[in-house]
């Protein structure tokens, strides 16, 4: 899809984050062996906000909707789909978006769904958004994105502590009435490097019984069991640097621009080592991406709403600006979008 017809643009961005904040100096006083100025070097993670034991995805999604609707309070009236991306559902069944649906108290002719993707999930997102709104299905649609990693990761692995932070984005989206919007998008899968970032026990396949929840360490020392996630960080990068920049300038070709005509490039906030790989493989100026890693670290698929919005409260994005974005994760899934806003 290259923007031919409508096209989705985005009327406002929000989101919520746990009160929660874990800083480096506080995970280093816990674990005196790790070294934290070395983590910050390869992750740019400083701070990261972690859910309590009793707050959810679900929560912090309630908060998002709730700050956007505050902002733009006509959009509650007009939103008739709820697409909601999220590895951590309140249960098995129903899914989040029929919670969010009751919590909103919207009528019942909207379309509501779950999606399970990470990182690239915004990104689908906006095409699954761009299908609803072409289809004439839907004619304003609220793509919600949340996660809460940190109920997955175990307390000792390092790698993935020290990276993940957990997150909410809720962004209203209709069709363009100005020209602007989703200008292209292109999505694509390796379902053969799944294993590359998998939580191997809790589902169908292999429940959660006394063996899965045995820990065992890794070469580098992180404690794992079958129940925490299990990230192959060597692998993930290799995957985003073998995928991602082709993908990026095949949207390029495709959409008649070069890099030059991209005002700011937002990534999904990985790690520092994924954005500088990136910002150096595609010769993209500083002053042309942005990150806000260091203080909310990897907030999964809520990492490119969340630093969309801080670039807007920043000046970084105005009105008219094209932003490229670009994210991989678990699947794996990776998905490039360019945004006229």
Request: proline share 4%; hydrophobic share 45%.
């Amino acid at each position: 899809m290259n923007g031919d017809g409508v096209r989705a643009e985005i009327r406002g961005i929000a989101y919520a984050l746990p009160d929660l904040v874990v800083t480096n100096e506080m995970l280093e006083a816990e674990n005196p062996d790790w070294d934290m100025t070395r983590v910050l070097a390869r992750t740019g993670v400083a701070a990261r906000h972690i859910a309590r034991n009793d707050e959810t995805a679900f929560d912090l999604a309630c908060r998002a909707c709730a700050l956007l609707f505050e902002e733009h309070p006509e959009a509650r009236e007009q939103v008739d789909a709820i697409l909601f991306c999220t590895q951590s559902g309140d249960y098995v069944m129903p899914p989040n978006a029929c919670l969010l649906h009751e919590f909103l108290d919207l009528p019942e002719n909207v379309f509501a769904t779950d999606f399970n993707l990470a990182c690239s999930g915004f990104i689908y997102g906006l095409g699954l958004a761009q299908s609803l709104l072409a289809s004439e299905i839907a004619t304003n649609v609220l793509l919600v994105n949340a996660d809460t990693y940190s109920k997955y990761i175990n307390r000792g692995d390092r790698s993935a502590r020290s990276l993940f932070g957990d997150g909410a984005a809720a962004t209203w989206l209709a069709a363009s009435d100005s020209g602007r919007g989703l200008i292209g998008i292109r999505c694509a899968t390796s379902g053969k490097d799944h294993r590359k970032f998998i939580v191997p026990a809790g589902g169908c396949r292999l429940p959660r019984t006394r063996d899965t929840a045995v820990e065992q360490a890794d070469s580098s020392g992180n404690l794992r069991s079958l129940e925490n996630i299990h990230m192959d960080g060597v692998g993930v990068l290799s995957v985003l640097n073998a995928t991602a920049p082709r993908q990026i300038r095949s949207l390029l070709e495709s959409t008649q621009m070069t890099l030059d005509d991209i005002d700011l490039f937002i990534f999904h906030q990985a790690s520092k080592m994924a954005l500088d790989s990136l910002s150096a493989r595609l010769r993209i100026p500083a002053d042309k991406s942005f990150s806000n890693l260091r203080g909310v670290g990897n907030t999964v698929s809520a990492s490119i709403p969340i630093a969309m919005r801080d670039a807007i409260d920043l000046g970084r994005v105005r009105p008219g600006d094209r932003v490229l974005l670009s994210a991989l994760g678990v699947g794996m899934s990776w998905a490039t979008a360019i945004m006229e806003m």
